[in-house]
């Protein structure tokens, strides 16, 4: 029992009032007349009898009503236990969380045998259904009645990868219900991590028929270290040139030092010490990375110590292959376009790609299939047979960067592509007198990085009809300056300027490099995708010329993905382990993906009560703060109206006692 407001107790000295009127009040005697008290003995008369208490009854009855009416201003209160009530027809659904932090200590196995105990005690006729829920949920049984299947599928969930998310739980739960049409009483088991809960508090939202019982496996913050993140290169020409960073990150922790492992192979290449402060991150850069030729599996490993060991690895994959050789085509007499392009490619450090330069008159008798990618810069009239080379390679997938400069001039249509070149624009240099880039496509490729060449001014430019090209660039007279057109399945990129800082000024300005490096990946099909990807993460297996085209997939534990069906007809793959997938496509290009679960889950720091609260009453409408409780959780019940009652009852018989005693003293007086 408790009191709201306990300083209202101090009322109770009033009961002092009832004692004086029984016991303390003066004794008065009625003076009767007399002749003479000259024969009279003075003496001191005893009022001992006077002070004893009268009319005990009534007394008690005072007592009692001035002390309740004191206890009724302190607001009694008894903690109460919320018991559900059972609907008509009502499934209770068991959710159990098996997201990556539940692997922290013991909590998948306490959350299931709180699970198998509550369908112990499911009384005769009363149905079920267990749900195990990560990133995505999974039906584990069907709704029944019969325990057998229903602790069969609890036992059945085991610990994931996946990051846990409340609002995909919540909308299937709403999913699950409009198919049933009838109530559901939902006993979720979880850690209830705050990382868990959506952006948009509206994706929590439940029926009216649902009925949302937490059970939290964990309610206080449990410290745990991680290796948050690996920046590493996915791809590597040259040992010297790569490093690899590695973020260290603390959640609930003070300030600690942790042993860091990098490890090639299964082997380890390096270790370093990092010192983490309290609930933050460290750095640690390896300055180089010593792979051999192929495919290689990379690991970055702490020594936390923590309950949650399987976010103390990263995972990332790295190739070391030689780099691909591009044909660069010039005149014989300007070779300035050639300096700066080669210049800027080095200068991303990207080693990637290897410039072949050729002039015109060399090109007649080169192969354009050896090369990643062909650069014809300003040129004139071609060898007819190499341009014709030129097509066929971008039908059968090559690409091609066009430049055009004083030479497009002189012939009518643009090389390869035979757009009409309709004029050339010349603006002096004197002045104002030159042209910008107006607009961007940031969403290309090529601009994807560098979205903005402020103050890069062309002097001269081509204009050419569009076509069916796509405008990637325009000039501020409209004028398209970078085109992309699509021949084959190959590309052709045309740049309606030169590389030679004559025709403009780009290649003095920072915006340049950038271009360059990832045009030359763009046109060299080279993957500038990441050296990891998260749990829950799709891959591409094959493209539209490889359908029927037989693949195998293993994932991290050596096991095959993908049926003898699916191998031939599976157009993508999500990834749920981490570790690593290796895929062999048809093609014979095969690759090794890097998987890590997401580092929210690495906070363990679960939710609050009143998140928790404000869940559960959305079903209801009810928003306020501090209303929701939880189901069979303590609630405090305020016995005011009780109290009162019992002040209302006895004021009625205190006045009906009193009434009965003035009366007799009346009389007797």
Request: hydrophobic share 40%; net charge neutral; glycine share 6%.
């Amino acid at each position: 029992m408790g009191f709201f407001t306990p300083w209202f107790l101090a009322g109770a000295a009033a009961v002092g009032l009832p004692i004086w009127l029984h016991l303390l009040r003066k004794h008065k005697t009625t003076p009767l007349p007399f002749s003479s008290l000259m024969f009279f003995e003075k003496r001191t008369q005893s009022s001992i009898k006077h002070r004893r208490l009268r009319y005990l009854l009534l007394f008690a009855l005072r007592t009692a009503l001035i002390i309740l009416i004191v206890l009724a201003f302190a607001h009694p209160y008894v903690e109460q236990k919320l018991m559900p009530l059972k609907r008509s027809g009502e499934v209770t659904v068991l959710a159990i969380d098996n997201s990556l932090s539940m692997r922290a200590g013991n909590r998948l196995d306490d959350a299931k045998q709180i699970a198998r105990s509550l369908v112990g005690g499911l009384n005769p006729g009363e149905r079920a259904q267990v749900l195990a829920f990560g990133q995505r949920v999974q039906v584990m049984s069907e709704v029944t009645d019969d325990h057998s299947p229903l602790n069969a599928a609890i036992n059945a969930i085991e610990v994931s990868d996946a990051r846990s998310s409340f609002g995909e739980l919540t909308r299937t739960l709403r999913s699950i219900q409009q198919s049933l049409h009838l109530p559901l009483h939902v006993h979720l088991y979880s850690d209830m991590q705050q990382s868990g809960m959506p952006t948009n508090f509206n994706d929590l939202r439940l029926n009216a028929d649902l009925r949302l019982e937490p059970h939290p496996i964990e309610k206080k913050v449990v410290p745990n270290f991680t290796v948050e993140n690996v920046v590493a290169p996915r791809r590597v020409y040259d040992n010297k040139k790569t490093r690899v960073l590695v973020t260290v990150a603390g959640y609930g922790t003070s300030k600690a030092m942790r042993n860091v492992s990098l490890i090639l192979n299964g082997r380890v290449a390096e270790a370093k010490t990092a010192e983490v402060p309290e609930n933050g991150r460290a750095t640690v850069e390896f300055l180089s990375l010593d792979v051999p030729y192929g495919r290689n599996k990379g690991e970055v490993k702490i020594d936390s110590a923590d309950p949650l060991p399987a976010d103390d690895s990263f995972f990332f994959s790295v190739e070391r292959s030689d780099p691909r050789h591009a044909l660069f085509v010039h005149e014989t007499d300007s070779n300035m376009g050639l300096l700066y392009f080669k210049a800027a490619l080095e200068a991303s450090g990207q080693s990637a790609f290897e410039i072949d330069p050729s002039t015109v008159e060399q090109a007649a008798n080169l192969n354009p299939t050896k090369y990643a990618f062909v650069v014809l810069s300003d040129v004139g009239a071609l060898p007819a047979a190499f341009e014709n080379e030129l097509r066929k390679y971008v039908r059968g997938g090559g690409s091609v960067l066009i430049a055009l400069g004083r030479m497009a001039v002189a012939r009518a249509k643009v090389p390869v592509t035979d757009e009409h070149v309709e004029a050339a624009l010349y603006n002096g240099r004197e002045g104002e007198r030159f042209q910008t880039a107006s607009w961007l496509d940031a969403s290309h490729p090529t601009i994807l990085k560098d979205d903005r060449w402020d103050g890069v001014k062309f002097y001269q430019a081509i204009r050419i009809a569009p076509g069916n090209s796509r405008v990637v660039g325009r000039l501020a007279d409209q004028t398209p300056l970078l085109l992309d057109q699509q021949l084959g399945d190959g590309h052709i990129l045309v740049f309606a300027s030169t590389f030679d800082n004559v025709a403009n000024d780009f290649p003095k300005h920072a915006s340049f490099v950038p271009f360059i490096e990832q045009t030359a990946r763009y046109l060299g099909r080279l993957d500038a995708g990441p050296s990891s990807v998260l749990v829950g993460s799709f891959e591409e297996l094959r493209d539209s010329k490889e359908a029927g085209a037989a693949l195998d997939v293993l994932d991290p534990k050596g096991e095959r993905v993908l049926s003898l069906a699916e191998a031939t007809k599976a157009q993508n793959i999500q990834f749920t382990l981490a570790g690593f997938y290796d895929i062999r496509r048809p093609n014979g290009r095969n690759e090794l993906v890097a998987v890590n679960a997401d580092r929210h889950e690495s906070d363990l720091t679960p939710a609050s009560q009143e998140s928790l609260s404000l869940w559960q009453n959305t079903a209801n409408g009810t928003s306020s703060g501090g209303g929701g409780t939880l189901a069979g959780e303590q609630k405090p019940l305020s016995l005011w109206w009780y109290v009162m009652l019992v002040v209302l009852a006895l004021a009625v018989a205190e006045s009906l006692l009193g009434n009965q005693h003035l009366s007799v003293d009346k009389e007797a007086a």
